[in-house]
C-alpha cells in the first residue's frame, strides 16, 4: 500500500533550523494531503502543518512564519523546512499522506510514518 519514512530530526540549540523529509512509496496510491503533526511528551497531538497537491498550505499558529511546508509531488515527498526553532517546539514530528488507495477499488487512504524526534535545546 502507502509506507512514509520521515528523516531529518536531530538535537539542535534554539535559535537553528532543522529541515525534516517524509517520503512516500509504494504502489496504487494518489495523495492529495501530506502534513506533519507532532507530539511532546505529556501533550496531545497537534497538527504542525499541511499542504494539498495544488500546493495550498495550513500552519499552527504556534509555528508562522518560521516553518514552511513544501511539496516534490513527483516525488511523493513532503518537506518541513523549521527555522529560528524554539524548545517547546522539541516533539516527535509524524509524516501524514491522506488520498486514495486505487488498487481494484477506490478506498480511503490514511498513513502515518514512524516519527522522527527534534529536541531544541535552551
Known amino acids: 500500500q502507502v509506507q512514509l519514512v520521515e528523516s531529518g530530526g536531530g538535537l539542535v540549540q534554539a535559535g537553528e533550523s532543522l529541515r525534516l523529509s517524509c517520503a512516500a512509496s509504494?504502489?496504487?496510491?494518489?495523495?492529495?494531503?501530506m502534513g506533519w503533526y507532532r507530539q511532546a511528551p505529556g501533550a496531545q497531538r497537534e497538527l504542525v502543518a499541511d499542504?494539498?497537491?495544488?500546493?495550498?498550505?495550513n500552519y499552527a499558529d504556534s509555528v508562522k512564519g518560521r516553518f514552511t511546508i513544501s511539496r516534490d509531488n513527483a516525488k511523493n515527498t513532503v518537506y518541513l523546512q523549521m527555522n529560528s526553532l524554539k524548545p517547546e517546539d522539541t516533539a516527535v514530528y509524524h509524516c501524514?499522506?491522506?488520498?486514495?488507495?486505487?488498487?481494484?477499488?477506490?478506498?480511503?487512504?490514511?498513513?502515518w510514518g514512524q516519527g522522527t524526534l527534534v529536541t531544541v535545546s535552551s
Open positions: 501524514n499522506a491522506r488520498g486514495t488507495v486505487v488498487r481494484y477499488t477506490l478506498t480511503p487512504l490514511d498513513a
Open positions: 509504494g504502489s496504487f496510491f494518489s495523495i492529495n494531503t
Open positions: 499542504i494539498t497537491g495544488g500546493g495550498r498550505t
